[in-house]
């Protein structure tokens, strides 16, 4: 009895030993992973005996013989190739929360998936940030979106269309601050928007041109309060239109600071804030009537005429042709006025002598008539522009008047 019992405990363990041995090579990662080397291994041995042994081992392609296996491996060697690069080299893959994308699909910037995606995703720039969150169609940003910028900065918010800004949006300073928004085309300021200051005070109100401050605006100072209302072109204030204007109707349009100038019958009214001032016909108090503006001059020392930016004598005579008029001229009251706003030693100040009648109202008993300046004048579209210049060699003028023709 003890014998069998012994042989059958033999048995038993034996039998037990051999699951043990089967159950811990099952269970170990080398078994594994040498298991799968060798049926890696095997298939590609067989993947690669490309040698036919049989004429059904040949694909008949226009008079051509083709191997069965040979094709057979190349279309494997491609696919694993491909996938690889799409997966492992090429930065094309979809990532999604395993990579902090919160639930939107995320996509490098030149991934192949992305450009069949629509809807809400995220864009990984080159360097690895974030660039965009939004929406996108047919590999296209299109729809809401924000815009960062490698800090992590928002650098716009709004609509896009043809992975450009279209549409109505807001564009931001490198430090955080609103510098525009409204209507954008192709990535421009275009339509009816506002732009702000970096300190953040609104500057201009109106309509803009590819980028350009170009139609009816309003201009305001850096205190935030409206300093002028009119017509805009390339940025700039469209001088011109004040040629003809009441008082009254100036009175309206620019409402910063000014000063007013009279002596006998002239009078001219400082605009500091939009670097100009004015002459109107005399006759009586031109604080109590309507005069017209007969006179407009610019302290700057370029003009925009058309797609033109002129700031030189040689720039204007290609503009307009040879000057009616040029030499030596004595200042008016109004020009006068100009000079010495100017300042900064460019040509001297005119001296004048004037009592205040206001705070900003002064009655000029006499100023240097003897003052003269060297201009050149030219006529354009039944208006007379007129040039300063500190000398008849000078190829630079530090302002220009608009008169009627």
Known sequence: MGRFLNSMFGAIRV????????LRLLTSPLWWRTRGLVSIRTFFAKLFDVKPRDKKDYYGILGW???KRLAFALTVIVGILSIFYIFVLSPIAPR???FGGGGIPTYKYNSIPLRFAKGEV???ARSGYVAYVGEVSKGQVKGQGKLFDHNGGIVYEGEFARNMYNGQGKFYYSTGELRYEGDFVDNL????GKQYRLAGSLEYNGEFHRGEWNGQGMLYNPAATLIYSGTFQRGNILYSELIGKTTSEISIMYTGRQNVYSEADDYCVEMPEINAVYEVDGGQDALEADWSVKKVMVLEGSIWLGSHNLATISQLTDFFGAPDYFGETWVTLGEAAAINLIGDNIIGDVDMTMTAIFDNVFNVSDYDR??????????LDGLLYTFYCT?????????????SD
Do not use: C, E, P
């Not at 039998?15 to 089967?22: D, E, G, P, V």
């Not at 300021?189 to 009816?192: F, I, T």
């Not at 003897?370 to 006529?379: E, H, N």
């Open 189 to 192: 300021y275009h339509g009816n």
């Open 65 to 67: 013989l083709v191997s």
């Open 370 to 379: 003897d003052f003269s300046v060297y201009i050149f004048a030219y006529k």
């Open 96 to 98: 999604g929360d395993w």
């Open 391 to 403: 000398g008849s060699a000078s190829q630079n003028f530090f302002m220009y008047a608009i008169t």
């Open 15 to 22: 039998r037990f030993i051999s699951l043990w041995t089967k």
């Open 122 to 124: 995220r864009i990984v």
